[in-house]
Antibody
Framework: QVQLEESGGGLVRPGGSLRLSCSAS????????IGWIRQAPGKGLEWVSY????????YTADSLKGRFSISRDDAKNSVYLQMNSLRHEDTAVYYC???????????WGRGTLVTVSS | SYVLTQPPSVSVAPGQTARIICGGD??????VHWYQQRPGQAPVLVVY???DRPSGIPERFSGSNSGNTATLTIDRVEAGDEADYYC????????????FGGGTRLTVL
C-alpha cells in the first residue's frame, strides 16, 4: 500500500516562496504518477499540478503557471512543488496524491498547510 | 472552463439511501469519479469510472452517469458516511485538466 507524506508547509509572507515535498513509501517511486491538489479553508478541492513518470509530461493549472512548478527526484523518492510570488489566496492545505490510469487520484497524503499572511 | 455543479448539502436518515448528483454539460460522455472526505481527513476515492469501486470500498457505494448528470448512491447510510463528497472529471478543460465539483456535505440525521 502506497503511503504519501507532504512536508514543507508553513507561514510565508505575500510575495514569498515555498517548496513543498511529497515522499512515498510502499511502492517503486519512479513508477508513480503524482499530482498536487489544494483545499482552501472551508472550500473545495482544486487541482494544482501533475507530473508523470520520468518527469514528463507536466501539467499545471493555467491560473498558476508562471508561479508554481513541479519537479521530481526519483533518487530521493520525492516530488516537489515550487511556489513563488505567493498570494493570500494560495492559503490552503496542499495534498499530493498518486494518479491512477483512470485519471483519478487514488491515494492521498495527509496534506501540508500553507498560510500566506503578513 | 468546464463546471461540475453539486448541491451544497444532502441529508438522510440512517438506513436510508442517499443520492448525490453532479451536473455538467454532457457529463455522461466523460468518466466521473467520486471522493469522500471526512472532517479533518484527506479525500478517499470511493467510485471511479462512473461506477467502479476501489478495493475496500463497501458495495453500498455505487455510481451512475448519463446525459448531464452523474449520481453517487449510498445505500443503507451509516453515521460514518457523514462527509463531504466531490465528483471529478478529467480532460474537459484546457485550463484545469482535473476538474472537481464544489462538493456536497452529506448529513446523517
Amino acid at each position: 500500500q502506497v503511503q504519501l507524506e507532504e512536508s514543507g508547509g508553513g507561514l510565508v509572507r505575500p510575495g514569498g516562496s515555498l517548496r513543498l515535498s511529497c515522499s512515498a513509501s510502499g511502492a517503486i517511486f519512479r513508477d508513480l504518477y503524482i499530482g498536487w491538489i489544494r483545499q482552501a479553508p472551508g472550500k473545495g478541492l482544486e487541482w494544482v499540478s501533475y507530473i508523470a513518470t520520468g518527469g514528463s509530461p507536466i501539467y499545471t493549472a493555467d491560473s498558476l503557471k508562471g508561479r508554481f512548478s513541479i519537479s521530481r527526484d526519483d533518487a530521493k523518492n520525492s516530488v516537489y512543488l515550487q511556489m513563488n510570488s505567493l498570494r493570500h489566496e494560495d492559503t490552503a492545505v496542499y495534498y499530493c496524491a498518486t494518479e491512477s490510469g483512470s485519471r483519478t487520484f487514488d491515494m492521498w497524503g495527509r496534506g501540508t498547510l500553507v498560510t500566506v499572511s503578513s | 472552463s468546464y463546471v461540475l455543479t453539486q448541491p451544497p448539502s444532502v441529508s438522510v436518515a440512517p438506513g436510508q439511501t442517499a443520492r448525490i448528483i453532479c451536473g455538467g454539460d454532457n457529463v455522461g460522455s466523460k468518466s466521473v469519479h467520486w471522493y469522500q472526505q471526512r472532517p479533518g481527513q484527506a479525500p478517499v476515492l470511493v467510485v471511479y469510472d462512473d461506477r467502479d469501486r476501489p478495493s475496500g470500498i463497501p458495495e453500498r457505494f455505487s455510481g451512475s452517469n448519463s446525459g448531464n448528470t452523474a449520481t453517487l448512491t449510498i445505500d443503507r447510510v451509516e453515521a460514518g458516511d457523514e462527509a463531504d463528497y466531490y465528483c471529478q472529471v478529467w480532460g474537459v478543460s484546457s485550463d484545469h485538466l482535473w476538474v472537481f465539483g464544489g462538493g456536497t456535505r452529506l448529513t446523517v440525521l
